[in-house]
């Protein structure tokens, strides 16, 4: 098994101080954004009600000048809101559905070759570390092809993406597999892979 550090953090409202986050959806539709909704927890849960209310409307979040009454795009969203926004979408599908399976959130993340994690690298930008792991005091491991989540963009709608996203974490596998290990328990690293993962091919 060899793991790859995703890296993934919470974003704080504070680095969007100049702006509004909504949903893509109010944008979308010129839907009056509630002013009093303050946060981004409190406008993550909103963009997902929204998205389950309207199965039609684009998914993710928009920032808006702080001032604006209405939505009015003042930029593409950064990489880290677009990557909290997915990632809160497949945990929601994974509470409402799955419960059986371990939360990406609070789950170690593994691949079974090191191609994997090469291609993981390659593809994400993601992984830092490369080592051998010995996953023995996991006592929760799904073994799960992340090729279904990574085929979604942003022009997918909420009807189209949840059945994708309840795939994935019913342990269905693609065509062409990019399979990851959500573990969680005890992780002992080992040695540290000498290959530099970005000339595997």
């Known amino acids: 098994m060899h793991r790859i550090k995703l890296g993934y953090k919470s ?11 909504v949903s893509t959806a109010e944008y979308h ?5 509630d002013p009093h909704r303050h946060g981004l927890h409190h406008a993550m849960q909103h963009a997902l009600d929204l998205a389950r209310r309207q199965p039609d409307a684009p998914l993710g979040l928009a920032l808006v000048g702080a001032g604006s009454q209405f939505p009015q795009l003042h930029g593409v969203p950064s990489a880290r809101l677009s990557l909290l926004f997915w990632e809160s979408f497949y945990e929601r599908v994974r509470a409402d559905y799955f419960g059986e399976q371990p939360s990406r959130l ?19 930008g993601i992984g830092e570390l490369l080592c051998k792991v010995d996953l023995s005091g996991c006592t929760t491991q799904a073994r799960l092809d992340h090729a279904l989540l990574s085929a979604i963009d942003g022009g997918w709608d909420y009807a189209r993406a949840h059945p994708q996203v309840a795939d994935y974490w019913a342990g269905k596998v693609s065509d062409t597999p990019l399979m990851e290990v959500l573990c969680q328990g005890e992780v002992v690293f080992g040695e540290r892979c000498l290959r530099d993962a970005d000339t595997i091919r």
Do not use: C, M, Q, W
């Open 11 to 21: 974003v704080e409202h504070a680095h969007y101080a100049h702006y509004r986050i």
């Open 29 to 33: 539709y010129g839907l009056k954004a």
């Open 106 to 124: 609070e789950s170690f993340f593994a691949t079974p070759t090191l191609e994997d994690a090469a291609t993981f690298k390659r593809r994400h």
